[in-house]
């Protein structure tokens, strides 16, 4: 008979903490990436809306880069590294990118600065995840929904206290006057990548780290009927996946544009508080969303729809699409 444990991996907490400070530290560069650019970009010289739209080319292509390099990530670990080496390796990558972007005042240093926060950050994507349902086995695989939960909720309020401090730090009046302000602002989320890294080192020990497969296990794999299989019946997702975040990401680029406007109103009055948004800050709406929606599906929804129907994962993504 299979035993069943209700105690979590000693690994989590410190993955948990790892990676809501790793989200601050992306998020809190990427939401005033555009601000910073197009400011950059007029500085120059440039006119304000060729300023505006090659920013936004360039913060769109960025963002694309730390997604394509997670195929990068999954490889290093598969195959070579290892979901726990690949993390540390590329998050070294991460801080050293974060601290170039910080310290090097320069159109190229901003460039590879953003090119070496696009390897770390991507990198690591595919491995953590995966690393947090590793630490799970027989005993205990009934808590990884809850876990992933928590992971997700995590991530979140990485992403919340972000995006309502990042502007807020570049555009202080003293930081400005002493010319500090970007310095800080992109030098800060580097300080946070560096605690994640140190907060993830520090749980080596408590962690159940799979090995990788190597080059012929994973060929195989890769190239097998089942796998081959598998993956064409994932692509049709992806083309509502793709329209999904073509439209999604424009809150990182078009909306912060429009939301620098003199036309738009800026300031929240709920009688008994008033407060005004920097552009930046209208991306924390979508991680505020998600925290209170964890909660209110987890415990409430979802628990009455399982009555009615299975909520298989696959059954999940298809009510949420």
Not at 1 to 29: D, H, L, T, V
Not at 97 to 126: N, R, S, Y
Not at 257 to 270: C, P, W
Request: proline share 4%; with cysteine; hydrophobic share 50%.
């Amino acid at each position: 008979m299979r035993s069943i444990s209700s105690k979590w991996p000693k690994g989590i907490p410190y993955i948990i903490g790892n990676e809501a400070a790793e989200r601050y530290s992306f998020y809190g560069m990427k939401a005033i990436m555009i601000v910073f650019l197009v400011g950059l970009l007029q500085q120059s010289g440039m006119a304000g809306f060729e300023a505006n739209a090659k920013a936004s080319f360039w913060v769109h292509f960025f963002v694309m880069a730390t997604y394509a390099t997670g195929i990068m990530g999954a490889l290093l670990s598969d195959i070579f590294w290892g979901k726990y080496r690949t993390i540390i390796n590329l998050s070294l990558v991460y801080c050293v990118g974060h601290f170039v972007l910080a310290f090097w005042e320069t159109p190229q240093g901003f460039f590879w600065g953003c090119t070496l926060i696009a390897i770390g950050a991507g990198g690591i994507k595919p491995c953590v995840s995966a690393h947090v349902g590793d630490q799970f086995d027989n005993t205990n695989s009934h808590l990884i929904e809850r876990m992933y939960n928590w992971f997700y909720f995590s991530i979140n309020v990485g992403a919340i206290i972000a995006y309502l401090s990042a502007e807020r730090i570049l555009s202080d009046p003293y930081l400005t006057e002493i010319g500090w302000n970007a310095r800080i602002a992109f030098g800060l989320p580097g300080v946070l990548m560096l605690i994640a890294l140190i907060v993830f080192y520090l749980g080596r020990r408590k962690y159940i780290s799979v090995k990788p497969a190597g080059w012929l296990v994973y060929k195989k794999e890769i190239f097998s009927s089942k796998g081959a299989s598998l993956v064409g019946r994932l692509l049709p997702f992806y083309i509502f996946l793709a329209i999904f975040w073509s439209l999604f990401d424009q809150t990182a680029t078009s909306w912060v544009i429009q939301a620098q406007s003199e036309l738009m109103i800026k300031t929240v009055d709920l009688g008994f508080f008033q407060f005004e948004f920097l552009p930046s800050q209208i991306g924390f709406v979508n991680p505020l969303f998600v925290l209170l929606f964890i909660p209110l599906f987890t415990y409430i929804i979802y628990p009455r729809l399982g009555r009615i129907m299975p909520l298989t994962y696959f059954n999940k993504m298809c009510l949420g699409f």
